[in-house]
């Protein structure tokens, strides 16, 4: 007989992801129903990978990527999913061969080319699903905006993420966490947008930056502040990490010790997600060995609140 | 395991017996076996003789041959099988305790020379994938009066174990011999 985690954890934080992804892509400009605006910039590529992972759960999901494949390709990253990629299980990735697969068939764009894979995946029901020209932006969609705006890469994804630290000063590092660019591209970027005066520099040790919140609000028309940076990518691998191993029946095991001791091995590899976005989390060094088995139902308990709180 | 790494010292420590289940079940797991052989506290702890929680595992011997699943003889432990190192670590990782909870240091007796008839009075236990022999009382007794003498103080560790093996003066005797 096998020992498992409580049946419903994993079916709560499934629903609890498809909830977010649906809100993220009704932000987004999808012609979705979603019961509220986002509360949190959308992660573009974060909301494609967590997508991909959720299909089999949600299929509408799949319509809304195929449209996105054919006619919002240009506005995602290919260099960012492809830094992303690696936090996710291999069932994710597969996936994203399909969506290349049609954003270079279908969307003509070039860039997917060598992620994409022989197949385009399931047939969506339609392909209709994203708005060419948004009426009013969804301040959530601000990524998605400034990428239109000034261009797909690390400029418009900087300045986004400067914009929701209100003014706070951030380093390389702490910009490159969030966005999954590696702390030596960011500080080159950062540093030309510096001298351009798109964005604020120290100029010395510690070199952080920092973004006109006044004037890019003017930039862009904002009337309110922006909105917080959650870190999605982090939290929804998990998420896609949680469905894989449930989905492959790895988180059962032959003793509740061994069932901990892989849950351990999934909540450190998972670390960041619990820690950038603060969500409550019991200290793993406070619940020695079987004991972890509910210290983890409570931390996924815990990311399931969060993201119905933040999504 | 003397020092939990946990920064809350009225929590209580896991008990050294889970610990060793837990390397036996990793083991297990990974289509794994091995076999050591156990002196020091944590002899005392599994024999009944003492009833601390926790201590470091110290490991005189390891298997290196088998018969029908059963050591049938033993050796040096140097180096440890490193599936075993292996399982070591993770459960040091999941009950909190230092890397080193369970060593060898003590296989370094081989040079001094084990008690004549060591390896025949070994008892063995199975724990999933782990054969754990415990060394019996009479070889215990060498090993804590030989660790004892090195210790001044008669309120020591090994000074305690050994009084709480009981030895009668003709095993003492030739446990010094």
Known sequence: MSIGIKKNIVR????????????????????????????????????????????????????????????GSKLLSVQRIKNLTPEYPTRTTDRLAEFARIAFMEGGDHRWRKLAGAESGPRPRTQELRRPSANGWDPAALIVRLRLGVGVGLQADIVAFLLSQKGAWASSRVIAEATGYSVYAIRRTA?????????????????????????????????????????WYQAFAFVADLIALSQEGALEAATKYLLSSHLRDLAEKHENAFRLNRIPSPDPRQSAGEEYVAAFEQVAEGLANWMSESA | MKAARSGNPEKKAPALLDAIRAVGELLAAEGETAGIVVVGGAALILGGIVSRLTEDVDIIATARSWRKGVPASISRPDPLPASLLRAVSRVARDFILPENWMNAEVGAQWDMGLPPGFEKRVRW????????????????????????????????VHYQDLLALRPDKRELAAAAT
């Open chain 1, 12 to 71: 709560t934080i499934t629903e609890s992801a498809i909830d977010s992804a649906w809100i993220q892509w009704r932000s987004l400009g999808s012609l979705i129903t979603a019961p509220k605006s986002a509360r949190s910039l959308v992660d573009p590529e974060a909301l494609v990978l967590a997508s991909l992972t959720l299909r089999d759960h949600e299929r509408r999901l799949w319509d809304v990527l195929a449209s996105w494949a054919v006619t």
């Open chain 1, 191 to 231: 540093d030309k947008m510096a001298e351009a005066r798109f964005v604020e520099s120290t100029g010395h040790k510690p070199l952080e930056y920092r973004a006109d919140r006044a004037a890019w609000r003017g930039v862009l028309g904002l009337e309110e502040d922006v909105l917080p940076w959650r870190y």
């Open chain 2, 125 to 156: 236990q199975q724990f999933g994938g782990l054969s754990l022999g415990i060394a019996d009382r009479r070889d215990l007794i060498y090993l804590k009066l030989y660790a004892a003498v090195d210790n001044e103080e008669p309120q020591s």
